[in-house]
């Protein structure tokens, strides 16, 4: 997958210069009018690029899931087998029983009060109903002053990735950033951290393994004070939501966190696998109540995984989707821009 | 535990049927209708459920369950058969070769555990008295190297590796020669995450395939995966053609159904399951025993085999002796803490022991192991004497043992009142089966 990345690496610096070139607009250099006209297309054709690319991403997940959609929902009667494979279809991607429920008998209602036999026309209320689920966009955004992200999520779930790519874009906003190595856990997951801030060219701050990272924390937090910092990412080690003690661990990362960043923005991001099942929304609930999360992170949106589990994590536990990952490189990680994301899911 | 809401789910809708002397078609269908719900809440392949739900509702419909003297038990039987039989019947070993080494590749997606299981399998295959050789070809995540020769330094097992720079192929054919060379009998490859619907990466793993012949691939999958984990099991062995299936993470509260839909989509056992951080967490998977575990029958031959493994017989019969004069020590109580304490963590042992999910204050006990390392320190406190001869902690020597210890005298207190009653309890208990055979574990 790297190798994709390395031998991609002239693409991705093409694009940076592109993003480069945005935040030179917001300063204060004042392009002439031309070169600002330029920039616009630019922008165009950039966001053109990032549909693009969504649409890409989600391909594989489109397949499976609105294949399966479009043929439910076209020239056939609203009956009771009809809710039943809509049923079946939410079930398998993901969507998990509850929130599939939910929707399948809030839809039952819609027909049977507006009387409605056209599918066409249900189709789009299906649209609207899982738009309204997910509510409104809330990407992740700096405020003036330090903002710190802690990151957090179970084993293996991307969290240094996304890491890597959430530093690699504010960098090339023109933001100062900094990393803190808080996975004093894993074998090498300090080095890991290092290889990538070497490669974007950011500094991490870190101690050797296995020591406290509440310490490394609390260390990184005044660096980047110290610095004059941006953003400062604190990436913590991955454990699962059940095990108290790492918990309990995780929890002091956060005290410190609040105790030492007084006036600084502080920010949670859980990352979670999209193939993940039903147990997202365990992780979720448990890494909220114990750390308090403010977004939620989706990795792995490239596969084959249906990313149902997006719309049952919002309607459970309502904290927002912030960034979905759909693919290796910096740029596919993406704000998740809910009507965007439903609506390539339903593109034709 | 592992599969936990499963089987309380499945436990309370048994329970339902239990009661009834008569079963009706209708008792069977509104019971089936919820073992349904429960699988696809455990992440079980939808299509999987659906078959496993109508073979059900064949067999229990008919004639042998409804003219049965307890068909609620009968239809329990039913689902545990049905259930084994999904997870792939009896367990399934690794293949060796006829001529070392035996060479392991592991694959899979990426953060599914591969690096973590390399390490585990290897220090499993020690244990063995095997002399496993790591691989690592995982030249693409950062550090993933270097976190494999971390792990080969804990283990003390020797990582094979040519850097970043050199294709994963021309790592693994030197690593064969390496091994022997080195008169290593297994060696496992840890290669780079990668999506299944990767061509370009799938095809290097088939190139890995064509170039060693490994004798097992087994493919790694996070046990947490939903409805997708058909597809990736399903790909991964078209495109190679695996053996087997290690299954991750399960020391979660993650419902495990990915177990079930890879064994009866792709036909391939699951040969391991992982739990928790330590480096001995991964174990042979039993599918009978886990359908068990799975109905609430307890998993009794797991736990006597972990006995066997750590309890030292000759300790124990000399416990028993002791027990039997009453002359059972703190030195004693800190023997048998440390064996039992070496079996696992304590919530997994209990996970198997027979009825122990229903027990309602027990459910949702977390057994503080720091609590257990306090008794420890409290006892390490202790002076000889006073660990031979209790009664003589008198206060001074309560407030001199918190000190030393770190904790409070309270909690010595506490302890030695335990204690007390440990010994207490086992004077009745041989007072009243005098020369019967004593449990070998006091604290359970």
């Known amino acids: ?348 | 535990m592992v599969f936990e809401n499963l089987a309380e789910k499945l436990q309370a809708t048994f329970s339902k049927l239990r009661g009834k002397g008569k079963l009706n078609e209708k008792d069977v269908k509104t019971a089936l209708k919820e073992v349904k719900l429960a699988l696809l809440e455990a992440d079980v392949n939808f299509k999987v459920v659906k078959d496993f739900i109508k073979k059900i509702e064949e067999r229990a419909v008919g004639y042998e369950v409804m003219e049965s003297l307890s068909p609620g038990q009968q239809v329990i039987k039913i689902v545990n058969d049905e259930l084994t039989k999904l997870m792939g019947g009896t367990q399934s070993k690794l293949a060796s070769a006829s001529k070392p080494p035996t060479i392991i590749l592991m694959v899979g997606l990426q953060g599914a555990g591969k690096t973590t299981t390399t390490g585990k399998l290897a220090k499993l295959l020690e244990k063995q008295g095997r002399r496993p050789l790591l691989v690592a070809a995982d030249i693409y995540r950062p550090a993933a190297i270097k976190q494999l020769q971390v792990l080969g330094e804990r283990l003390d097992i020797p990582v094979f590796s040519m850097g970043s720079q050199t294709s994963p192929i021309d790592i693994a054919k030197a690593a064969v020669q390496y091994a022997e060379n080195q008169g290593r009998d297994y060696m496992i490859i840890d290669t780079a995450g990668r999506l299944h619907i990767n061509e370009e990466l799938m095809g290097e793993l088939k190139d890995i395939k064509a170039s060693v012949k490994p004798h097992e691939i087994l493919l790694v999958v996070d046990s947490m995966t939903g409805q997708d984990a058909v597809n990736v099991a399903e790909s991964f062995d078209q495109a190679l053609g695996i053996d087997g299936v290690v299954l991750t993470k399960l020391d979660g509260d993650a419902r495990g159904g990915a177990a079930l839909s890879i064994r009866t989509v792709t036909g391939k056992p699951i040969k391991f399951i992982g739990m928790g951080e330590k480096l001995d967490g991964l174990e042979p998977f039993h599918p009978d025993r886990m359908a068990n575990r799975i109905l609430g029958m307890g998993d009794v031959l797991s736990l006597i085999e972990k006995a066997q493994e750590t309890i030292d017989l000759k300790k124990a019969q000399e416990l028993e002796e002791k027990l039997r004069k009453q002359e059972f020590t703190f030195e004693d109580f800190l023997d048998q803490m440390k064996q039992v304490r070496n079996m696992g963590p304590l919530d997994q042992l209990m996970g198997m022991i027979p009825g122990m999910g229903k027990v309602k204050q027990l459910k949702n006990m977390q057994v503080d192991e720091k609590a257990l390392d306090h008794v420890e320190a409290i006892i390490n406190s202790m002076t000889r004497e006073e660990r031979v001869n209790p009664d003589v902690i008198n206060g001074s020597r309560r407030k001199r043992i918190a000190r030393g210890s770190g904790t409070s005298v309270q909690e010595v207190n506490k302890l030695l009142k335990q204690f007390n009653d440990v010994r207490k309890m086992m004077k009745q208990l041989t007072g009243m089966q005098k020369k019967g055979k004593m449990s070998k574990f006091p604290f359970m």
């Open chain 1, 1 to 348: 997958m790297l190798k994709k990345l390395f031998g991609k690496r002239e693409k991705d610096e093409e694009i940076a210069e592109v993003l480069e070139g945005k935040a030179q607009d917001v300063g204060e250099e004042t392009p002439g009018t031309g070169e600002r006209e330029q920039l616009e297309v630019q922008d165009e054709k950039q966001k053109v690029g990032l549909y693009q690319r969504l649409k890409e991403g989600l391909n594989k997940t489109r397949k499976g899931f609105v294949n399966k959609v479009e043929s439910l929902f076209t020239g056939r009667a609203i009956d009771d087998e009809f809710f039943e494979e809509l049923e079946e279809i939410l079930i398998q991607a993901d969507v998990g029983i509850n929130t599939t429920m939910k929707l399948v008998e809030h839809l039952q209602e819609i027909v049977d009060e507006k009387r409605i036999n056209d599918p066409v026309e249900l189709k789009q209320i299906f649209k609207e109903e899982i738009n309204n689920l997910l509510g409104e966009p809330t990407p992740l955004e700096l405020k003036s002053g330090l903002n710190i992200v802690m990151v957090v999520g179970v084993n293996g779930a991307g969290k240094t990735t996304t890491i890597a790519k959430i530093s690699e874009r504010f960098k090339n906003q023109g933001k100062k950033v900094l990393l803190g190595a808080g996975d004093t856990f894993r074998a090498a997951a300090i080095d890991q951290l290092k290889v990538w801030g070497n490669r974007v060219g950011i500094d991490v701050i870190a101690h050797s393994e296995g020591a406290d990272a509440a310490a490394v924390a609390f260390d990184a937090i005044h660096a980047a004070r110290s610095r004059n910092v941006d953003l400062l990412i604190l990436d913590t080690a991955g454990r699962l939501h059940t095990q108290k003690n790492l918990m309990e661990e995780l929890k002091k990362v956060r005290r410190v966190l609040s105790r030492e960043a007084a006036g600084a923005h502080e920010h949670v991001l859980l990352v979670v696998d999209a193939t993940t099942g039903q147990n997202a929304i365990n992780q979720a609930r448990l890494f909220n109540e114990a750390v308090e999360v403010n977004g939620i992170t989706l990795t792995k949106l490239d596969g084959t995984a249906k990313g149902g589990i997006v719309i049952a994590i919002k309607d459970d536990l309502k904290i927002p989707i912030q960034l979905i990952g759909v693919g290796e490189k910096a740029e596919d990680l993406q704000d998740f821009i809910p009507e965007e994301f439903v609506q390539a899911l339903f593109a034709e």
